[in-house]
């Protein structure tokens, strides 16, 4: 029944959509990612490079002079804050104190507006040649509860004690085992062993996050990060163990917690989907493979299930005619590779086969269900320049950049100040041993801090990036008719 | 890639002219491990075009076995013989001069050396215009390997081709100055040919439809009234020959007279292969306004029939001499370029 609501909500959305958009043509660009993937980044190098006229070659309705203007429209709905592009601009642009934006902790939405050359001749007659591009910036956190929609209390709370009972999760879950196993499902409920529950539950969620663990499969989001939601009872749950259990009877403390499950998809997880992501245009799926290379191969497979999750809770399929009266739908996905600049440009191609590999079955469904698809090594902002460095009679292919404080290689540590080059370790040609793990140690990843921000030719001030134009080229290149 | 595992390293850069000299707090204690200082050589991709290596490019089988046969056996024997029997000739003539009186020996010994010096300008010429025909081709090879495999080394020789055909030329040097910005970005392979196209060749592609149609309203002009249907024949020949090194020159591939013949010969081997398709999308519409045009003047309908010829052999002369193949632009569709033909009127006499 449910389900059924659902589709016709959608329908309606997107009813409305279809007759707004013919006199304002509108582009819903969900940028997905998991938490620290590079979506602000990505957000704000793109406006920054559509407000002022980047270095984007292959973007073509940019680098054929289309494009007259874009500007950034008064935030458009009242309820949400505008996403606060002055600010991260500011950050990355601070001289000696520039650092990337702080990582996001609510939700913000932004419209930019484009203005270009119309080459229809509908185009010409209707609209004019302006084209609204909208954009929502989320904690990446968030983004893991898509998938509990469809998920019971049960089955969760079964899914999650699986996972946390498997290396390497098991040692950091300790703690919270400890106390799990002292809980009676069956008991009365108590606010006070729910609330502690929760507690251990969110601080084992934060560990297996950290950068040693660096796992990506962590719902509920908002534990991590519960933006105004804090302290409140909808994040006072946690799993049980109910293995062999009926569903508990009224006050018992199973109850407790599948009732606040239930509130918290559906007054938290559910607007969150409807609103941001279930009309959406155009879909880019930042990961950030990289760090998960650090960390091994617990947390390559994390990464790849969790996004495949994600990725299943979208409407992905080709545009027809029919698509708008029916709900509209992704047809058009880039895979990216974030912050392939810790890479040299030689070893992107093998990045990118990684990916590949990594996103395989999520991009076979969403092929097959008639989306364009792309895979792409990209850096929305490069903190990086490329040299080789000769070395015993072998050459390095290296980067440089300034590295960010306490950072470290081996017995060195950055102190955030001074530039060095980085030989990063060879990515191996064929995928396959890097999800196995068998690079361990082979490969090592350091963060950069922003670049300095140089003016560019003309005296025009942008972001040097890696291939945003070409994946800007495919989201909406084809949107500037 | 080296079966030995390359393990992460890390080498201290000293503050770079680039960049304004951080405040260092501490003295750089730390020193590099390594014995020897490393060799560093920043990134710079015009650099790395230079050093290319020299690498044979793939390209497809040659379509027909070379014929190194006794046909060839004859032509040469029958070149060497003749050319001894002008060299006696001419000896035993410039000989004769000399017994005769002194002057008129040296002005023959003059006369012909000058005709020597002129004939090997001839072929030198000649086998330049081919050598140029030929990278054009070289280049249409490359780049659809590039495009179709990313391969990266492909992509620099025709990055490195085009700039050496398109360099000192007027009507190039802003679009490929703006080619060059993006040189050392980083681009994959097949996005470099993308831009290419659309920075360099895009802006030839129209002067290049523009002399289709001009030689192909031209052709449908004067068939229509000429009084002599040899004189056709002739007339029509000459204007395609002219087309065909127009395009040729146009994309940088000047042709010769052999040139010119080479590259119609490929025309017709083009039009051959590609035609059957190219004829069934426009074919009907073409015949159709043939009948019509027919029905109004039979030397008006067999005008339009040449025009529309000469426009096909001037598409397949494109794509023949095009350094870059059709993929990011859509090639001119016959039926653009017959509307061009068709403006009769005007467009002829602002053209002439």
């Known amino acids: 029944m449910t389900g059924l609501i659902d589709e016709t909500r959608m329908a309606l959305g997107s009813l409305g959509d279809a007759a707004s958009g013919l006199v304002h ?57 505008r996403f606060p592009y002055e600010e991260h601009l500011a950050a990355l642009t601070a001289g000696d104190d520039r650092h990337w934006p702080e990582s996001t902790r609510r939700l913000s939405q932004l419209r930019l507006t484009v203005e270009y050359e119309p080459s229809g001749f509908f185009a010409r007659r209707t609209h004019g040649g302006r084209l609204h591009i909208d954009i929502v910036d989320y904690p990446g956190e968030w983004l893991l509860d898509l998938p509990l929609m469809s998920l019971t209390y049960e089955a969760w709370s079964a899914a999650t004690l699986v996972a946390s009972r498997a290396a390497p999760r098991d040692r950091l879950a300790g703690s919270w085992h400890a106390h799990l196993k002292s809980l009676d499902p069956a008991a009365p409920a108590e606010e006070a062993s729910a609330a502690e529950a929760a507690r251990l539950f969110t601080a084992y969620l934060a560990s ?21 939601l804090e302290d409140s009872p909808l994040l006072t749950f946690a799993p049980l163990d109910l293995e062999g259990r009926t569903p ?109 590999a990594l996103l395989s079955s999520a991009a076979e469904r969403a092929e097959f269900s008639g989306a364009r698809i792309d895979a792409v090594a990209m850096a929305a902002i490069r903190a990086t320049r490329e040299a080789i460095i000769t070395e015993g009679g072998e050459d390095l292919a290296c980067i440089a950049g300034v590295p960010e404080k306490g950072e470290k290689i081996g017995k060195e540590i950055f102190d955030g100040n001074s530039e060095a080059a980085i030989f990063p370790g060879d990515l191996p040609a064929d995928p396959a041993p890097a999800l196995a793990g068998e690079l361990e140690g082979d490969l090592k990843f350091v963060r950069f801090r922003p670049p300095p921000f140089a003016p560019g030719p003309w005296g025009a001030r942008v972001f040097p990036h890696i291939r945003l134009d070409r994946a800007l080229e495919f989201l909406i290149g084809d949107a500037f008719r | ?105 040296w002005t023959a010994t003059g006369l012909l050396a000058a005709a020597g010096i002129a004939a090997l300008a001839i072929v030198l010429r000649e086998m330049l215009a081919l050598a140029r025909l030929r990278t054009l081709e070289r280049l249409q090879a490359d780049a659809t390997h590039a495009t179709a495999t ?203």
Request: proline share 6%.
């Open chain 1, 25 to 81: 043509p509108t582009i819903r660009l969900g940028v997905t990612g998991l938490s620290r993937a590079g979506k602000t980044v990505f957000i704000t190098a793109l406006v920054h490079n559509l407000l002022h006229g980047g270095r984007l070659p292959l973007f073509s309705p940019m680098a054929t002079g289309r494009i007259a203007r874009a500007y950034l429209e008064p935030q458009p709905d009242d309820r949400l804050p």
């Open chain 1, 208 to 228: 297996c996050r950290s950068d040693d663990a660096a796992l990506s499969s962590l719902p509920p989001g908002r534990f991590l990060m519960p933006g105004d």
């Open chain 1, 248 to 356: 508990g009877r009224r006050g018992s403390l199973q109850a407790l917690m599948r009732r606040r499950y239930d509130a918290y998809v559906t007054h938290v997880v559910r607007p969150f989907f409807f609103d941001h992501f279930s009309r959406l245009d155009r879909q880019i799926v930042l990961v950030d493979v990289l760090t998960a290379l650090n960390a091994g191969p617990a947390a390559l497979t994390d990464l790849s299930a969790a996004i495949y999750g994600v990725l299943d809770c979208f409407r992905v399929g080709a545009k027809s005619w029919a698509s708008h009266l029916f709900g509209r739908r992704i047809d058009a996905i880039v895979f990216a590779a974030s912050k392939a600049d810790l890479l040299h440009h030689a070893s992107h191609d093998r990045l990118e086969a990684i990916l590949e």
């Open chain 2, 1 to 105: 890639m080296s079966t030995r595992t390359r393990h992460p390293q890390v080498f201290r850069l000293d503050t770079e002219g680039d960049k304004p000299a951080p405040p260092r707090e501490k003295p750089k204690s730390r020193k590099l491990r390594r014995v020897s200082a490393p060799k560093i050589e920043w990134h710079d991709e015009t650099a790395e075009a230079e050093n290319l290596p020299a690498r044979v490019p793939v390209r497809p089988a040659p379509l027909t076995r070379s014929r190194r046969h006794w046909g060839t056996v004859l032509i040469a024997a029958m070149a060497g013989f003749l050319s001894l029997a002008f060299g006696q000739w001419a000896y035993g003539l410039v000989e004769s001069f000399f017994a005769r009186s002194a002057w008129l020996g």
């Open chain 2, 150 to 352: 990313d391969d990266a080394d492909a992509a620099a020789r025709v990055m490195a081709g085009l700039k050496s055909l398109y360099a000192g030329r007027a009507d190039t040097a802003w679009d490929l100055s703006r080619l060059v910005e993006h040189e050392a970005d980083i681009i994959d392979p097949a996005g470099r040919i993308r831009l290419a196209e659309r920075d360099l060749v895009a802006p030839l592609d129209e002067e290049g439809q523009r002399i289709i149609a001009r030689t192909a309203r031209r052709v449908t002009l004067l068939t229509a009234v000429s009084p002599n249907a040899a004189l056709d024949v002739v007339f029509v020949a000459m204007q395609n020959l002219k087309m065909l090194r127009q395009l040729a020159a146009l994309y940088g591939g000047r042709p010769g007279t052999i040139g010119t013949v080479r590259l119609a010969r490929m025309v017709i081997a083009h039009l051959a292969v590609a035609g059957g398709l190219a004829l069934s999308d426009t074919v009907v519409q073409h015949l159709i306004g043939k009948g019509l045009a027919g029905r109004l003047s039979a030397r008006f309908g067999e005008g339009t029939v040449n025009g529309i010829l000469t426009a096909r052999i001037g598409r397949a002369a494109l794509d023949l001499t095009r350094p870059l193949p059709f993929a990011s632009t859509s090639p001119p569709a016959l039926t653009d370029l017959m509307r061009e033909v068709m403006r009769l009127g005007g467009g002829e006499a602002q053209a002439e």
